[in-house]
């Protein structure tokens, strides 16, 4: 008889990992990926996941975002079960106590006299705090964190909407906000109507990291978030998608001057599960509640998890030819070539031909 093999838990299947696993090669490594409001990170560690390697973080005694592996070097147990002191992490297990930047500053079952051994660190990663969100970056930053000029403009209202998880990759998330052919159809009278689904001509341009691209399209008023003076009118936006998960979209609304900007990045929890966090900022309708504009971002972003979850293959599928591509969808195409550019081994599958 065969017994079925027992699910895993995620999280024990990460803290299991062996030392090969969490320090082999990944592109993504070596980029900034938020992990988290900063209003959600206190003193008390928190665990979170990124590209499937658990971390600890926490605020030590300045304030300052800290960020170690959540892995004991003694026992490998989990340091976010352990407590704070004085800014410093202490193992629940044995007590072992490391700083920030993952010294081991006590080992209490050394005499006194005893050094601590060099070898008892842990890794500590780059760990910043910008816009609200704290950043990390595995490896060596291969860019900034992506722009958010708004953000010090006080002329600007943010509201910040609760993160959400989703069971697709970062890059399928990120991709749906690239995918003007389904605002009308799928958000039917929020980001456009059935009745005008066209999409209209654009060019994107590609420098280093960055995709910009702008389109002009009619929209209705939404429940009040877009500042129209009728029941539909125009909106410009301009788009700036920073590889390899962040998007920056400024639209315009020419009757009134106004515009709405949407910050969006997502954390590659593993290559199956990502979570979004999401700034909508207006510099109108000042005194307003942001709660409108919080429950709209969530209507459409569960209309989009739906059918983003269900898209298979879970990967973005690198090969071109894999899917039917039409001219309209030219930003995905672009996307996926340029994070294809910073993985060597997708641009080997790659394929350069597509549908217009
Ligand atoms: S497992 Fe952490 S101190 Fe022993
Ligand atoms: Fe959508």
Redesign the pocket.
């Known amino acids: 008889m065969t017994v079925p093999a027992r699910e895993v838990p995620a999280q024990n299947r990460l803290r299991g990992l062996t030392r090969r696993e969490l320090t082999q090669s990944d592109p993504m490594l070596d980029w900034w990926h938020p992990v988290g409001y900063a209003s959600d990170l206190a003193t008390t560690p928190r665990q979170t996941v990124l590209l499937g390697r658990a971390l600890v973080l926490w605020r030590d005694e300045n304030g300052t975002a800290r960020c170690l592996r959540d892995l004991?070097v003694?026992?490998?147990?989990a340091l976010s079960l352990g407590e704070v002191q004085n800014g410093q992490i202490t193992?629940p297990?044995?007590?072992?106590r490391f700083t920030g930047d993952g010294r081991c500053t006590s080992i209490p079952q050394l005499p006194a006299d005893r050094p601590i051994p060099a070898g008892a660190a842990v890794p500590a990663f780059r760990c910043e705090e910008r816009y609200g969100l704290i950043w990390v970056c595995l490896g060596e930053p291969r860019a900034d964190i992506p722009d958010f000029p708004e953000w010090d403009d006080s002329g600007f209202r943010h509201a910040a909407c609760p993160p959400y998880t989703w069971r697709t990759n970062a890059a399928r998330m990120v991709e749906n906000f690239t995918d003007f052919g389904h605002l009308g159809w799928l958000h039917d009278g929020l980001l456009g109507m059935r009745s005008d689904l066209v999409v209209p001509e654009h060019t994107v341009q590609r420098t280093g990291h960055e995709l910009r691209y702008n389109l002009t399209m009619n929209v209705p008023s939404a429940g009040g978030v877009n500042d129209l003076q009728d029941a539909a009118g125009t909106m410009t936006n301009t788009y700036v998608l920073s590889l390899p998960h962040a998007i920056h979209l400024r639209s315009h609304y020419p009757d009134t001057g106004h515009s709405r900007v949407l910050f969006f990045a997502a954390q590659p929890v593993d290559e199956q599960t990502s979570i979004g966090y999401c700034y909508q900022s207006r510099d109108f309708d000042l005194e307003g509640d942001d709660q409108v504009y919080i429950s709209f971002q969530e209507t459409l972003a569960e209309q989009d998890r739906v059918v983003v979850e269900s898209q298979r293959p879970e990967q973005l599928p690198m090969d071109i030819a894999d899917e039917l591509h039409l001219k309209f969808d030219r930003v995905a195409v672009e996307y996926r070539k340029a994070l294809a550019d910073h993985s060597p081994a997708a641009r080997e599958s790659q394929h350069r031909g597509w549908i217009s």
């Open positions: 004991c003694h026992r490998g147990t193992c297990y044995h007590g072992w």
